[in-house]
Every structure is written in C-alpha cells, then in structure tokens.
C-alpha cells in the first residue's frame, strides 16, 4: 500500500482507496457466487462484546444474548462476506443462524446450548457464549472498507496511512485494477489524471537531477590539480 500510495497526487489518495475498494468488494461477490476461494481478502478483526439490550433482541427465556459492533461486511447476502465467528485463540467456531431461527434453534435437543451467532442489523449477536471468559471475539470476514480493520486492531497509522497489507492477492489485482477502470466506479479519469501528474512530476524531478549531476561534474573539472 505504501508503494501503490507514493504513485499517486496526495488529494486522491482517499478517493482512488474507495474505488479501490468497490472493485474489490464487487471481485468478492462475484468470487463467491461462483464458490471460488477468497481467502486472501479475508481479515480477522478482535472486537469486545457487550450486552445486547431488550429494545433489541427482545426477552429470550434467560439466554444472555451479546453484541459485537463491526466494521461494514461487503454488501452480500445479509451479511454472507462473514466466514467465521468465535473466541480470538480459535479453539471453536461458532454456528451461523438466522434472526428468524433464534427461538427455535435454542431448544433443539443436541445442540441447543452450543454458542450461535446471528447478523442483524449490522451487528453481530451471540447467544451460549461465556461472556465471562471471552475479552474479545474473533470475526473473520471480507470487509467494506479494509482500512477500518486495521484501525480496530490497533495497527493502523495516521501519519502513514498507506503503510499496510492491503487484503488483495497479486493474481487478483489486476482484476480488480479492470473493475475500477472500467468507468462504471468513477476511478478512470481521476486516475488517469493523478498518473500523469505523478509521471509530469517524475520527468521535471529527473530533470533537475541530471542538471545538479552535470553542474558537480562542471565543478569538479574546474578544481586546481
């Protein structure tokens, strides 16, 4: 990111990431509908629990029910870009059920009292999880806005903001660098124009270093033996 940033006029910086973004998003919805591997856009993000309050879950018998607020998961399938849900040291995998599922889900006889977890409103809840146990729950998935994982888990620098491992792999990047450019997301013309600007800029830079090359060279020459 820190190369892919550098090649760029700083005013389109945050511009030219959310197209970049889009593309991505729109390369995983498309990957997962043909059930090909996305793993390399996946990233796990550690989030701190907190109760979920009646007003939104309602009363379910004495079930404690908790919320994890998350970043934005790729707009797919109700919250399909969410892989996997548990505790950070990946002893288990919570099971996945729908909103609708909740009440029923909780009486079945074998697996009624094992920890589940529901997207809703987008936010994540959990029912049969030992709160007391848990600092933090591990969510992986794809996310809307990759930027905002790394701020949640503490890495991200403001003054550097370029400066991370950007959730895309080398095979897909020119895929998605087709997406954005292909006009529909608004990135070709501001790209292009940022491009030639960086290359403008590159060429005059080039230029005044031979020019300070040829004048140490001059100088030099000049010098008594």
Do not use: C
Request: no cysteine; net charge neutral.
């Amino acid at each position: 990111m820190a190369e892919a940033g550098s090649q760029i006029a700083g005013f389109t910086d945050h511009h030219i990431m959310f197209m970049l973004d889009e593309a991505r998003a729109t390369l995983a919805s498309r990957k997962m509908d043909a059930k090909v591997n996305v793993i390399q856009m996946i990233q796990p993000v550690d989030v701190v629990p907190i109760d979920a309050t009646r007003t939104e879950m309602g009363t379910i018998g004495d079930k404690k029910v908790l919320k994890l607020v998350i970043p934005d998961p790729i707009a797919y399938l109700n919250g399909g870009g969410i892989m996997t849900v548990g505790p950070t040291d990946g002893t288990e995998s919570y099971s996945r059920i729908t909103y609708s599922q909740i009440r029923t889900a909780l009486y079945r006889k074998y697996t009624g009292k094992a920890p589940k977890w529901f997207f809703h409103e987008n936010a994540i809840y959990i029912v049969n999880a030992d709160s007391e146990m848990l600092q933090k729950i591990r969510v992986r998935g794809i996310w809307d806005q990759p930027y905002l994982v790394e701020i949640a888990m503490k890495r991200y620098k403001y003054l550097d903001p370029f400066n991370w491992e950007y959730p895309l792999s080398m095979k897909d990047l020119n895929t998605v660098y087709q997406l954005a450019m292909a006009g529909d997301l608004g990135w070709g013309d501001i790209a292009t124009q940022s491009i030639q600007a960086q290359k403008v800029k590159q060429k005059k830079d080039g230029q005044l270093l031979q020019a300070l090359k040829s004048l140490g060279n001059a100088q030099t020459q000049q010098e008594p033996v």
